[in-house]
């Protein structure tokens, strides 16, 4: 599966930014999407992920300010994020879980993207 990002940047304290993954057709239906960021020195950390319920599920450092969506008719998922702070700082990645049979769980394994880097300054 290939994911492509898009929408990093560099911002102030308190920015906005939206970032976009561009995935294949049926992608969506077939896999558990998220969002994952990897700061310097840092492990890599779920920001917003869909679960075996098909709920997205938040990072409490995020939650309120970042909101995941989609839209199949452009396969794309995004990622809007509000209120950044310096902490934001990562590079972030658009990931894609395949969902197994027979109850539609998310594999352990994922497809990442290339990533894009979000930067913000104080």
């Known amino acids: 599966v290939q994911l492509v990002e898009s929408g990093g940047g560099s911002v102030q304290s308190g920015g906005s930014l939206r970032l976009s993954c561009a995935y294949p057709p049926y992608t969506y239906s077939r896999y558990c999407m998220g969002w994952f960021r990897q700061a310097p020195g840092k492990e890599r950390e779920g920001v917003a992920t869909i679960g075996n319920d098909g709920m997205t599920s938040y990072a409490d450092s995020v939650k309120g300010r970042f909101t995941m969506s989609h839209d199949n008719a452009k396969n794309t998922l995004y990622l809007e994020m509000n209120a950044l702070k310096p902490e934001d700082t990562a590079m972030y990645y658009c990931?894609?879980?395949?969902?197994?049979?027979?109850?539609?769980?998310?594999?352990?394994?994922?497809?990442w993207g290339q990533g894009t880097q979000v930067t913000v300054s104080s």
């Open positions: 990931a894609a879980a395949l969902r197994t049979l027979p109850y539609d769980y998310c594999s352990n394994s994922r497809y």
